[in-house]
């Protein structure tokens, strides 16, 4: 099945025949990686600015951390901690596409309607909060649904598939035709690395991930600096470009859409690179 040929978030086409970039903000104090940690309006914006001027395509802001184990905050915490964010990067970078990352239709209706977000990132894919897919339908922008098994306090607790590939696609399945039920018409899946899945679950993930076409929807992968990285590798996140890097890469080749990074200007370089090899015909993507 064809995949769309672009995203419209709030009337700004995003042209997928060319991978995007999306970079993560991070309005948290204990994200597992130290370096995607903002808090100040000064920090805020100098972070965007950049990602900007590396070449971000979509800026995704969340304040709610989804590190294994994460403590769990309150829906005012989460909200204050990304409106005023959300808001403050819509007025400073006109034009920019934003994200916001949250699983609470709440904190997503606010971001949307009142602070200039432009689509939804629910890593929940629908199921902590029962009013997101009539929200998503409401508002009528990208709904990025991702698999997770659990939540982010139980996630990593002994995850077992019959087989990863197959029972996440047939979790889509169910969640796609309510969404196209409903009337949502742009919806970007995430396989969701790292989130209820072990590194061997992640890296069958990855090397099969050609098999997620068959929804025919875009397809977002986020890899950046997890734990399949540097725990394989016997480093820390924070020495993990290079490797984030190499899987980055080895997802577009596989059908990645857009790819959710840390390190904005590297993974520009990245599609860059792998566009000038499939303008010469050896890439299938």
Known sequence: MDKPGYINAGGILLDL???KVMGILNITPDSFYTGSRYNSEEEILKAAGKMIQDGADIIDVGGYSSRPGAAEISVEE???RVLAAIKLIAHEF??????VDTFRAEIAAEAVERCGAQMINDISGGDADAEMFNL???LNVPYIIMHMRGDPRTMQDNPVYDDVVADILKWFGERIFRLRSAGVKDIIIDPG?????TISHNFDLLNRLGDFSVAGLPLLIGVS???MIWKTLDITADEALAGTTVLNTIALLKGADIIRVHDVREAVQAVRLFCRM????NVSN
Request: no cysteine; proline share 7%; net charge positive.
């Open 17 to 19: 025949k060319v991978p």
């Open 78 to 80: 989460e909200g204050r």
């Open 94 to 99: 006109p034009g920019t596409v934003i994200s």
């Open 136 to 138: 998503v339908q409401k």
């Open 193 to 197: 690395f790292g989130f209820g899945k």
């Open 225 to 227: 600096r997890k734990s």
């Open 278 to 281: 499939k303008e010469k015909g």
